[in-house]
């Protein structure tokens, strides 16, 4: 700073009435002030905070009252005249910021495009449009080149002028005209680079070509398998665990409702018809506060909105299910419906005791009210039926609806309010043994929820909310199957109740041209209702129905026990360079609702459990750093991401646990702490010919049980592996047009072995073989590996006279498991009744290659 000060002897008027020489060159506003300085003016003024101006004189000379006029008519400086001084001072005009609205959809359908980057190039401004194909971006009056872009879409460069309007809605057409499958992509090229939210993965539609999938069903959970820090126990275990959280510790939606059993046939297809999806992220690495009530991850999906311009049919039929997909316009360019159905066709079976079927139906409508109100109903229904050779059936299904209103306030303020109904159920009916029985089990949720978006700058954003969930849980009912059940009583176990409410606030920023951050907190409770009972145990004893003390009883809707958690939450990012950048995040998270489980992989018929005065809620404090790199304009891309995971509060069982219709599930429940630390690599390939993706999972989890009781402690106290803890995950994944018609797939997948518990020994009790466990996880499976083979065979897109095609259609050939590879899935042991020897039998689930072939249409 440059501070300057000269005096003469003279009144203030005298010095503003002398004259001043001056060349007839332009001047900048500093070395205007430099020449009036050399001739003798007295001038104060900080060099440092003048703007960088320049100004031009008429005349060669005039009064010095004429010159700081004119400067201030060129420059915007002040000057005041204190006694014989005059100060030159400069305040920085306000801009005046100005906001342009609107969405950005497909031109032929109208689909919403989620996560399609709107910016001004050359400069930081620029926003990315939200889960329903909104944004909003502030920017100076005047005139501005705005682009708009998004993967598999031709960019758009537009010129607007914000004095003639602030609503602009974007229609992008499509690079390629193909049917759409699911592959693993990034929502814009240098969105590796440029997110806020480290360890998120998305998966989109592409065009390019088509994974391998089991039997030929595309398939959004199982492409997840193939990224970084998410595994699953084997290849028909139910759920996903994701960076070393087990199944329930993940929040998946559809369409904002929750889906408490997202499985098909064993684990090896979800329930999401991937015709009727437009859209599946999952946030791994850091949980944004919007989101809440689980410890590991969110898997947010989105439906189709459905074409509002032109009717269409899609469909497909394979060796598992036939799909049906109806889309269009109710009144075009208004409103929209998209009706969707899948089929099982076979009853379908892992081995020659069981059959199992599913359906699913999905549908949605949209309507554009106006340029300010959108609204939405959704709603999903799926349905399972699984029996064996003892005659027992298994039905479980979800039922999902939604009902959401989108409005703008003003030119800033974009709030949705929704309401939901989720429903998961499930029933056994078990005819033939003598205690034969019907068993059934729910949970419903009816949530109301408001999420609001406020752009305060182009790089100010707030996002606040709040929604209230209020529980209904039937953990079971044990009722005779007939009059011939050697127990005529039903078992009728306590309903639950419960309302789990939170609020949010967020902020994201960006601080210069480098670095960004996105912060917040959300502050959530539970409490639990009854009517219901608390049961108090002798604090001498270990926790059984003999340590009962005392009965608690307590009134409908009377509050049995609350809790409350403060979950802040903070993800930073520096930009190294246009294509690399460093993020570090903090995500605590506090997890109120429990799968009880004493299987290795859950179950569609465990229960779910809300936290009570017994189990306390699992807390999550999650740290992740990465460095994240594009290469060769976004052709490539890759990062490295570590984290570490610590939980508190496990749900863990005892060892021989009965949970089925259990009255007092507490007394067979342990609690313990767990940790989870891992890295992830992976690189991915863009653009030409050949495209795919490496990625390798180097981790650890593990729990540890310490009780007061050696009954309620497990392998003395000590850490040891989660029954899904695999240090290596490796994932290989290479896709190739051999020509505009024809390509070609590959998956390679490689994990270390699961840890299992291997008896020590065996003894008779009372004519019945027991063996005898050691402590829990010590051995291991060998290790796992598959490769997994698929071709496309697109039909003829154009006629003879060169226009396109309304019919389209492809085939599609997958060989899974291509060299047969015998992957142990567990072990069973068998005993012979002659010598009494035991042998150990592995158990494995696909032990030959597999074929399969689909077809697929659109019309």
């Known amino acids: 700073m440059i501070f300057s000060l000269f005096c003469t002897t003279g009144t203030a008027q005298e010095i503003l009435k002398r004259p001043i020489t001056l060349a007839t060159y332009t001047y900048t506003l500093d070395s205007a002030l430099q020449t009036a300085k050399a001739q003798g003016f007295p001038i104060a003024y900080s060099s440092s905070k003048l ?87 502030s920017l100076s009056a005047g005139e501005h080149v705005v682009r708009v872009s998004f993967i598999g879409y ?24 193909e049917l759409n499958e699911i592959t693993i992509s990034a929502i814009e090229p240098d969105f590796n680079v440029s997110s806020l939210i480290p360890g998120i993965n998305t998966l989109n539609l592409s065009t390019e070509g088509q994974i391998p999938y089991f039997l030929g069903e595309v398939d959004v959970l199982q492409g997840a398998t193939l990224l970084p820090g998410i595994k699953t126990l084997g290849e028909d275990a139910n759920g996903l665990n994701i960076r070393g959280g087990s199944t ?51 898997i947010s999906v989105h439906q189709k909105e459905g074409d509002d311009q032109n009717y269409h049919f899609t469909g497909g039929i394979g060796l598992v299910s036939a799909r049906f997909i109806a889309e269009g316009p109710i009144k075009k360019k208004q409103s929209s419906f998209i009706l969707s159905g899948r089929q099982s066709i076979f009853d379908l079976s892992l081995d020659n005791n069981t059959s199992t079927s599913f359906q699913d139906l999905n549908a949605k409508i949209n309507l554009k009210y106006n340029k300010k109100n959108t609204f939405y109903f959704s709603g999903y229904f799926g349905n399972d039926r699984n029996t064996n050779t003892f005659e027992t059936v298994r039905n479980w299904g979800n039922r999902n609806f939604s009902l959401r209103w989108n409005h703008l306030f003003g030119r800033r303020v974009f709030a949705n309010f929704s309401a939901i109904l989720s429903e998961y159920n499930y029933k ?44 209904r849980l039937k953990p079971g009912d044990r009722i005779p199957f007939d009059e011939q059940t050697s127990s005529s009583n039903p078992l009728y176990l306590d309903s639950e109740h419960g309302v789990e409410s939170a609020i949010y606030l967020s902020h994201e920023a960006t601080l210069g041209k480098k670095f960004s951050a996105l912060y917040g907190f959300r502050i959530s409770a539970l409490h639990y209702l009854g009517a219901g009972t608390i049961y108090q145990y002798d604090p001498e004893l270990p926790r059984s129905n003999e340590s009962i003390t005392d009965t608690l009883n307590f009134g409908a809707l009377e509050i049995m026990k609350s809790y409350y958690g403060w979950e802040p939450r903070a993800s930073v990012s520096y930009r190294l360079s246009e294509q690399a950048s460093v993020k570090a995040s903090y995500t605590k998270s506090l997890q109120y609702l429990h799968l009880i489980s004493s299987t290795i992989t859950p179950a569609p018929t465990d229960i779910w459990k809300l936290s009570d005065s017994h189990i306390a809620p699992t807390t ?3 740290y992740s750093l990465g460095i994240y790199q594009n290469f060769k304009d976004n052709k490539w891309e890759t990062y490295v991401d570590g984290y570490f995971k610590r939980l508190v509060n496990l749900v863990q069982y005892k060892d021989g646990a009965d949970l089925l219709f259990n009255p007092n599930p507490e007394t067979e429940l342990l609690t313990g702490m767990g940790r989870a630390y891992g890295l992830e690599f992976f690189l991915k390939k863009n653009e030409g010919k050949f495209t795919g993706w490496l990625s390798y999972t180097l981790s650890r989890s593990e729990i540890k049980v310490a009780g007061q009781f050696d009954e309620e402690t497990i392998n003395n106290g000590r850490y040891f592996p989660s029954n899904y803890d695999k240090k290596h995950d490796i994932s290989l994944v290479g896709i190739y047009k051999f020509l505009p018609r024809l390509s070609g797939s590959f998956s390679f997948k490689y994990n270390s072995g699961r840890p299992f518990t291997l008896p020590l020994g065996k003894y008779i009790y009372e004519g019945n073989l027991i063996p005898h466990f050691g402590n829990r996880n010590q051995s291991r499976l060998p290790d796992y590996h598959r490769l997994d083979l698929s071709v496309k065979w697109q039909g003829k897109q154009f006629k003879a006279d060169g226009t396109p ?23 069973f042991f068998k005993e012979d009744k002659q010598s009494g020897v035991t042998t150990i039998e592995p158990y494995t689930i696909f032990d030959s290659v597999i074929p399969a072939i689909t077809y697929n249409f659109k019309f």
């Open 154 to 177: 031709e960019d758009i460069l537009d010129t607007i002028d914000l004095s003639k309007g602030h609503i602009r809605n974007f229609m992008l057409s499509q690079k390629v005209n």
């Open 51 to 137: 703007p960088n101006a320049r100004c031009n004189f008429k005349s060669s000379q005039l009064l010095f009252e004429d010159f700081l006029k004119a400067l201030k008519t060129q420059t915007g400086i002040n000057y005041t005249v204190n006694g014989n001084i005059v100060a030159i001072s400069y305040e920085k005009p306000t801009v005046e910021l100005q906001t342009i609205r609107g969405t950005v959809r497909d031109l032929e359908s109208g689909e919403a495009l989620i996560g399609a980057a709107v910016y001004e190039p050359g400069s930081l401004n620029g926003v990315i449009t939200n889960s329903y194909g909104y944004f909003s971006l």
């Open 805 to 827: 095609k309304r019919f389209e259609d492809y085939w599609t050939l997958v060989v899974y498991n291509a060299y047969g590879r015998n992957n142990v899935y567990s072990y």
């Open 620 to 622: 999550s404090h999650h």
């Open 428 to 471: 056994i009916t078990q005819p033939r043994e003598a205690a034969s029985f019907i068993g059934k089990s729910r949970i419903i949720d009816y949530t109301a929820k408001s999420d609001w978006g406020y752009v305060i700058t182009p790089k100010h954003e707030l996002k606040f909310g709040g929604s209230t969930i209020f529980h």
């Open 248 to 298: 329930d510790q993940n929040l998946i939606l559809l369409d904002e409702a929750t889906v408490y059993n997202p499985n098909h046939l064993y684990g090896l297809i979800s329930v999401f018809n991937p015709e009727a999806v437009n859209n599946v992220e999952i946030m791994k690495g850091f949980i944004p506060p919007s989101y809440g009530g689980r410890a590991s991850s969110v």
